[in-house]
């Protein structure tokens, strides 16, 4: 069962912009709204940042955004601050065989 | 608030069993499924499973299917993820977290359980 691709890691100064790719296929990512974003910082629980391709769940911050063209879902954070320095895993519903798969993880350095 | 509480760290030997649970609070345990999750030490996410707790239906990634069981007793609003047999590629951080409505992906996670399995 493969992974959904994402870069291993992306990085960007504070104040910028940069986008996380998710990569999966047309039973995947390309067939469902159902896309998910997390974050998890070194040694904590991941948490839900963006839903259904690009919904933001109540309390988290506007910088965070989703959206996705056919096959690849992305993420966009916008006004990089040193708190952003994460892991951050897309996850797609995959159909009754699947089920869920998550994306192989990218780390984000803030410079 | 929802709340999923997990049991404790566990440390065993290989061939040993092993069953950890989680328990939800702060919402109806029986309307949305719940995932376990897998992340061995230093690696990604992987989703292993599912349980619906309103009538037990059970899901399982081709990855993990035989390899673990889980299950849940909706009367104590608890999700359950067991092995028969350990082995020391078990040794990992295993999160629940329940799933959002429809097929949504998870939306709240537990603590954590850290299983350790060594010889």
């Known amino acids: 069962q493969s992974a959904l691709t994402q870069p291993a890691s992306v990085s960007g100064s504070p104040g910028q912009s940069i986008t996380i790719s998710c990569t999966g296929s047309?039973?995947?990512?390309?067939?469902?709204?159902?896309v998910s974003w997390y974050q998890q910082h070194p040694g904590r629980v991941p948490k839900l940042i963006i839903s259904?391709?690009?919904k933001r769940p109540s309390g988290v911050s506007s910088r965070f955004s989703g959206s996705k063209s056919g096959n690849t879902a992305s993420l966009t954070i916008s006004g990089l601050q040193a708190e952003d320095e994460a892991d951050y895993y897309c996850?797609?519903?995959?159909?009754?065989?699947?089920?869920?798969?998550f994306g192989e993880g990218t780390k984000l350095t803030v410079l | 608030e929802v709340q999923l509480v997990q049991s404790g760290e566990e440390v065993k030997k290989p061939r040993e069993s092993l069953k950890i649970s989680c328990e939800g609070s702060?919402?109806?345990?029986?309307?949305?499924?719940i995932a376990w999750v897998r992340q061995m030490p230093g690696k990604g996410l992987e989703w292993m499973g599912t349980?619906?707790?309103?009538?037990?239906?059970?899901r399982y990634s081709p990855s993990f299917q035989g390899q673990v069981t889980i299950s849940a007793d909706k009367s104590i609003n608890t999700a359950y993820l067991q092995w028969s047999s350990l082995t020391v590629s078990d040794t990992a951080m295993y999160y629940c977290?329940?799933?959002?409505?429809?097929?949504?992906?998870?939306?709240?996670w537990g603590q954590g359980t850290l299983v350790t399995v060594s010889s």
């Open positions: 349980v619906f707790p309103g009538d037990s239906d059970t």
């Open positions: 977290a329940r799933h959002g409505f429809g097929n949504s992906g998870p939306d709240f």
């Open positions: 702060g919402y109806n345990f029986g309307t949305h499924w």
């Open positions: 259904e391709d690009s």
């Open positions: 047309s039973s995947d990512v390309g067939s469902y709204r159902l």
């Open positions: 996850c797609s519903y995959a159909g009754d065989d699947r089920l869920w798969l």
